[in-house]
């Protein structure tokens, strides 16, 4: 019988400066959107530090595609939380969300004089390289976690499944009856013993975080009725926007759509520049809350500016991190079982289907616009894959030729 790995979670330990500073680099750089950004992860967390392996990051993963709300600053917000704790999250929430967060703030002061940055070919540069991120991480991912053809025909199935019915509930789907077929079908004959990863959470803890989001969710809106206060209405409406938002990203759009503009707090116009600035800033697309709330007439929301922007902000990933800090103790024990595992072989397999479905649709249809941007898609990918540079690096040469192309 093969022997378990250490826990090598509590040997392996960060200050939450050091998680800061991490998350801090990535929240400058991961451009390309939540797909992008799980590549990102992989490639700074499984590969270069080596903080956890493919499998329990898979499982990560695959955790917070079940969770509402947005995936890869959950998957951060845990990757802290199991190197540094409870300020460890924290500190990994800031790093990757504050850098976009106070950008777009920024932008909606200062939007009627600089309309113009969304269109630059310095952000298209960036888009482009989104493409190669994700191509990266489905070309590992695959290797490991679809290493037969039962598996392979699982991503495969799964891929199809949701490029036939884009929406976030195929995803969903996708991942339940790929689970169920690996439960039945699925035989892993020596992957019995796997790294037990500790995330620093108790389950009292996590019961406890999960009560209060409920309590959140429920007792917000009435608390907003009883005293008629526009900035707890508000803040219910950011609070809810991200607790009920299955997909994350262009998903919770709609649900600000409908918060915001019909009541005059924010003008269509100004919604859709701030959209499209979301997209061209890195880290996630949840930030656009930072914007909204920073551009919202004080008159109709009751808060604006820098104190509405940064109270949106954190109202709308509230919800997001009791839900993924609530889910964490007990998703740990539940994937230790065998039988979880074979079900987990299948959610990873569906997984890479989904990343692999992602890549064409929204990362390679909203960046690749001619064959010069595929030439600099594949040189960004040759430079990641063959060469092994810095992901950094390759943003900033992608982001230059992006330049260099418009002004050609």
Same mark, same amino acid.
């Given at each position: 019988m093969q022997t378990p790995t250490p826990n090598l979670a509590v040997a392996d330990r960060s200050s939450p400066l050091e998680?800061?500073?991490?998350?801090?680099?990535?929240?400058?750089?991961?451009?390309?959107?939540?797909?992008?950004?799980?590549?990102?992860?992989?490639?700074?967390?499984?590969?270069?530090?080596?903080?956890?392996?493919?499998?329990?990051?898979?499982?990560?993963?695959?955790?917070?595609?079940?969770?509402?709300?947005?995936?890869?600053?959950?998957?951060?917000?845990?990757?802290?939380?199991?190197?540094?704790?409870?300020?460890?999250?924290?500190?990994?929430?800031?790093?990757?969300?504050?850098?976009?967060?106070?950008?777009?703030?920024?932008?909606?002061? #200062? /939007?009627?004089?600089? =309309?113009?940055?969304?269109?630059?070919?310095? @952000?298209?540069?960036?888009? %482009?390289?989104?493409? +190669? !991120?994700?191509?990266?991480?489905?070309?590992?991912?695959?290797?490991?976690?679809?290493?037969?053809?039962?598996?392979?025909?699982?991503?495969?199935?799964?891929?199809?499944?949701?490029?036939?019915?884009?929406?976030?509930?195929?995803?969903?789907?996708?991942?339940?009856?790929?689970?169920?077929i690996g439960r039945v079908l699925l035989e892993l004959p020596g992957q019995q013993a796997v790294e037990h990863r500790t995330y620093g959470v108790s389950r009292p803890a996590g019961a406890i975080a999960l009560a209060l989001f409920t309590l959140l969710l429920l007792g917000l809106p009435l608390l907003a009725v009883a005293t008629s206060s526009p900035i707890l209405a508000t803040l219910d409406a950011?609070?809810?926007?991200? #607790? /009920?938002?299955?997909? =994350?990203?262009?998903?919770?759009?709609?649900? @600000?759509?409908?918060?915001? %503009?019909?009541?005059? +707090? !924010?003008?269509?116009?100004?919604?859709?520049?701030?959209?499209?600035?979301?997209?061209?800033v890195p880290g996630p697309l949840f930030t656009f809350a930072a914007y909204l709330g920073a551009v919202m007439q004080p008159a109709v929301a009751g808060i604006g500016g820098w104190l509405g922007g940064l109270a949106c902000l954190l109202a709308i990933f509230t919800p997001a991190w009791l839900l993924v800090v609530g889910a964490l103790p007990f998703w740990d024990g539940l994937r230790q079982r065998p039988?979880?595992?074979?079900?987990?072989?299948?959610?990873?397999?569906?997984?890479?289907?989904?990343?692999?479905?992602?890549l064409y649709d929204p990362v390679w249809t909203s960046a690749i616009r001619s064959r010069a941007d595929f030439g600099l898609a594949l040189a960004a990918f040759g430079l990641l894959v063959t060469a092994r540079l810095s992901p950094l690096l390759v943003v900033a040469l992608s982001a230059a030729a992006g330049w260099a192309m418009s002004a050609i």
């Open positions: 998680i800061l500073w991490v998350f801090l680099r990535l929240g400058l750089t991961s451009f390309g959107g939540p797909v992008a950004h799980l590549g990102y992860f992989r490639t700074e967390f499984v590969e270069r530090r080596r903080w956890m392996d493919e499998r329990s990051y898979a499982d990560l993963v695959a955790l917070c595609q079940f969770l509402p709300g947005p995936a890869s600053s959950q998957v951060g917000i845990a990757v802290g939380m199991a190197r540094g704790g409870w300020l460890g999250s924290l500190a990994a929430w800031a790093g990757f969300t504050l850098p976009s967060a106070l950008v777009l703030i920024v932008f909606a002061l #200062a /939007l009627s004089r600089h =309309g113009e940055w969304a269109d630059s070919g310095v @952000l298209h540069g960036l888009k %482009v390289v989104a493409v +190669a !991120v994700v191509a990266q991480a489905v070309w590992g991912m695959a290797k490991s976690l679809c290493p037969d053809r039962p598996r392979a025909a699982l991503a495969i199935g799964a891929a199809l499944l949701t490029l036939l019915l884009p929406s976030a509930f195929a995803q969903v789907g996708a991942i339940v009856v790929c689970g169920l950011f609070y809810r926007a991200g #607790a /009920l938002v299955f997909g =994350g990203g262009h998903v919770v759009l709609p649900l @600000l759509q409908s918060a915001v %503009v019909p009541s005059g +707090a !924010v003008g269509n116009a100004q919604f859709l520049a701030g959209y499209g600035a979301a997209q061209a039988a979880v595992q074979s079900a987990l072989a299948g959610v990873n397999a569906a997984v890479v289907g989904i990343l692999l479905a992602a």
